[in-house]
C-alpha cells in the first residue's frame, strides 16, 4: 500500500479549511498551516467577517469558470442543510439593481437554483430598473468554518497556528505538496508577493431581527445594499466597497447610512419605527481579498533545500465570492492536484527506466 501524500494547506478561512477537507477526505494527510483560525477575530482573516450568502456574480462580474464553481457550491451547501450546526439556511432573495447589467447571463443559474424568476416593473422599488428573486441559502460565516474545521479534524487532519512569512517555511521534509489559501496575505507572502492582489473593505452592522426571513441586494455603481438573515435570528446589515482602503476601525457615517438604506429596502427591519428600536450586536469591518485577474488555480513546482519536489498549488483571490464559489474553487484546486500528481508519478516511472 502506497504511503499517503502529506499535504500543507496555508490558511484557515472558508478557501483554506475547504480545500484541507476535500483533499483529507481523498487519502491524502493534511495540516492546516495557519496564523487565524475559526474563533479568531482579525482584520486580515476575511471568513468571519462575511455576510454570507450564495449569490452568484458571474452575470455582474464576469470572471472565468466563476459560474462553474458556483453552481457547483450551491449543490453542495443545499446537501448540507439539514446537518446540524452548520449556521446555513435557505431563504428567498429578491436582488435589485439600478441599471441592468451589460452583460447579464442571469439564465444560467435558473436551471438548479428553485422558484427563479425575473420580476415585473411594477414589483421593482422605485429607481430599481430589473430584479430577480429566487431561493438560495444563507451562510453564517463564523459558525459555518467552525463547523468545516470540525469535519476536517474528525477526517484526520490537524492544525497548527503558525506565522509563515514565506512559502518555503511550509517545505517540511516529508511534505510533498502545499497549498496557497493566503487571501489577501497573498500580496505580501514571501514567494508569493502577488501584486495584482488588493483589498476591498466591507462595512456590516449585525443586528438581532428573527422576524426578517428574506434576504434583499440592491446593486447600483460603487454602491451595494444587503439584508441577510441567518439561521440564529441575526440579520446582517450592509455594506461597502472599498478598494484599498485598509482602514480597520467601523466608520459612523457609513454605519449611519447603512442603516438608513437597508431600512428604506425592507421597512419591516424596524416596521416604521425609526431606527433607534433596532438592536444591534456588532459593527464589523473586513477585507475583502480582490485580485485584478480573478481567482488565482495554478500549479508551479519549486523544490525544498533538499532538492526535491514540492507540488505547490494556489487557490486564492475570490473577491466577494469566496464562499459563493467556495466548493467549486477547491475542488478544482484537488483536481489540478490529482493531475500534477498524475504527471509525476508518469516522470518517475519514465525515470526509473532511464
Same mark, same amino acid.
Given at each position: 500500500?502506497?504511503?499517503?501524500?502529506?499535504? $500543507?494547506?496555508?490558511?484557515?478561512?472558508?478557501?483554506?479549511?475547504?480545500?484541507?477537507?476535500?483533499?483529507?477526505?481523498?487519502?491524502?494527510?493534511?495540516?492546516?498551516?495557519?496564523?487565524?483560525?475559526?474563533?479568531?477575530?482579525?482584520?486580515?482573516?476575511?471568513?468571519?467577517?462575511?455576510?454570507?450568502?450564495?449569490?452568484?456574480?458571474?452575470?455582474?462580474?464576469?470572471?472565468?469558470?466563476?459560474?462553474?464553481?458556483?453552481?457547483?457550491?450551491?449543490?453542495?451547501?443545499?446537501?448540507?442543510?439539514?446537518?446540524?450546526?452548520?449556521?446555513?439556511?435557505?431563504?428567498?432573495?429578491?436582488?435589485?439593481?439600478?441599471?441592468?447589467?451589460?452583460?447579464?447571463?442571469?439564465?444560467?443559474?435558473?436551471?438548479?437554483?428553485?422558484?427563479?424568476?425575473?420580476?415585473?416593473?411594477?414589483?421593482?422599488?422605485?429607481?430599481?430598473?430589473?430584479?430577480?428573486?429566487?431561493?438560495? *441559502?444563507?451562510?453564517?460565516?463564523?459558525?459555518?468554518?467552525?463547523?468545516?474545521?470540525?469535519?476536517?479534524?474528525?477526517?484526520?487532519?490537524?492544525?497548527?497556528?503558525?506565522?509563515?512569512?514565506?512559502?518555503?517555511?511550509?517545505?517540511?521534509?516529508?511534505?510533498?505538496?502545499?497549498?496557497?489559501?493566503?487571501?489577501?496575505?497573498?500580496?505580501?507572502?514571501?514567494?508569493?508577493?502577488?501584486?495584482?492582489?488588493?483589498?476591498?473593505?466591507?462595512?456590516?452592522?449585525?443586528?438581532?431581527?428573527?422576524?426578517?426571513?428574506?434576504?434583499?441586494?440592491?446593486?447600483?455603481?460603487?454602491?451595494?445594499?444587503?439584508?441577510?438573515?441567518?439561521?440564529?435570528?441575526?440579520?446582517?446589515?450592509?455594506?461597502?466597497?472599498?478598494? $484599498? $482602503?485598509?482602514?480597520?476601525?467601523?466608520?459612523?457615517?457609513?454605519?449611519?447610512?447603512?442603516?438608513?438604506?437597508?431600512?428604506?429596502?425592507?421597512?419591516?427591519?424596524?416596521?416604521?419605527?425609526?431606527?433607534?428600536?433596532?438592536?444591534?450586536?456588532?459593527?464589523?469591518?473586513?477585507?475583502?481579498?480582490?485580485?485584478?485577474?480573478?481567482?488565482?488555480?495554478? *500549479?508551479? *513546482?519549486?523544490?525544498?533545500?533538499?532538492?526535491?519536489?514540492?507540488?505547490?498549488?494556489? $487557490?486564492?483571490?475570490?473577491?466577494?465570492?469566496?464562499?459563493?464559489?467556495?466548493?467549486?474553487?477547491?475542488?478544482?484546486?484537488?483536481?489540478?492536484?490529482?493531475?500534477?500528481?498524475?504527471?509525476?508519478?508518469?516522470?518517475?516511472?519514465?525515470?526509473?527506466?532511464?
Amino acid at each position: 500500500m502506497s504511503k499517503k501524500k502529506k499535504v $500543507n494547506v496555508i490558511g484557515a478561512g472558508v478557501i483554506g479549511i475547504t480545500t484541507a477537507l476535500i483533499l483529507q477526505r481523498n487519502g491524502y494527510q493534511v495540516q492546516i498551516l495557519a496564523e487565524h483560525c475559526p474563533g479568531d477575530s482579525h482584520i486580515n482573516y476575511t471568513s468571519p467577517w462575511a455576510g454570507a450568502a450564495w449569490r452568484p456574480h458571474f452575470y455582474l462580474y464576469p470572471k472565468k469558470n466563476v459560474d462553474k464553481f458556483e453552481r457547483i457550491s450551491f449543490k453542495a451547501f443545499w446537501s448540507l442543510l439539514q446537518i446540524p450546526d452548520t449556521g446555513l439556511m435557505s431563504t428567498t432573495i429578491y436582488d435589485y439593481m439600478d441599471k441592468k447589467p451589460v452583460v447579464y447571463r442571469g439564465d444560467w443559474f435558473k436551471e438548479f437554483v428553485p422558484k427563479f424568476r425575473e420580476l415585473p416593473p411594477y414589483k421593482l422599488p422605485p429607481g430599481v430598473e430589473f430584479g430577480l428573486a429566487y431561493t438560495t *441559502i444563507t451562510i453564517n460565516g463564523p459558525k459555518y468554518i467552525r463547523w468545516l474545521l470540525k469535519q476536517f479534524t474528525i477526517a484526520g487532519g490537524k492544525i497548527k497556528k503558525v506565522h509563515l512569512s514565506h512559502i518555503n517555511e511550509s517545505f517540511d521534509d516529508d511534505v510533498d505538496i502545499v497549498v496557497n489559501c493566503t487571501g489577501i496575505g497573498a500580496r505580501t507572502f514571501g514567494g508569493v508577493q502577488d501584486s495584482t492582489v488588493f483589498p476591498t473593505r466591507g462595512q456590516t452592522v449585525t443586528v438581532w431581527a428573527p422576524h426578517i426571513k428574506t434576504s434583499c441586494f440592491r446593486s447600483k455603481f460603487n454602491c451595494i445594499t444587503y439584508i441577510i438573515p441567518r439561521e440564529d435570528g441575526e440579520v446582517v446589515l450592509g455594506g461597502t466597497y472599498e478598494e $484599498n $482602503n485598509l482602514n480597520e476601525k467601523p466608520n459612523l457615517k457609513t454605519t449611519e447610512s447603512i442603516i438608513q438604506r437597508c431600512r428604506e429596502l425592507c421597512p419591516e427591519l424596524t416596521s416604521s419605527k425609526g431606527a433607534h428600536v433596532l438592536k444591534i450586536i456588532s459593527y464589523e469591518v473586513g477585507l475583502r481579498p480582490s485580485r485584478i485577474d480573478g481567482i488565482r488555480l495554478e *500549479i508551479e *513546482i519549486k523544490k525544498n533545500d533538499k532538492g526535491k519536489d514540492i507540488i505547490i498549488c494556489h $487557490n486564492y483571490g475570490h473577491h466577494s465570492y469566496g464562499y459563493s464559489s467556495s466548493w467549486g474553487s477547491c475542488l478544482e484546486a484537488f483536481e489540478l492536484i490529482e493531475a500534477a500528481m498524475t504527471n509525476e508519478r508518469g516522470n518517475e516511472k519514465l525515470n526509473s527506466k532511464l
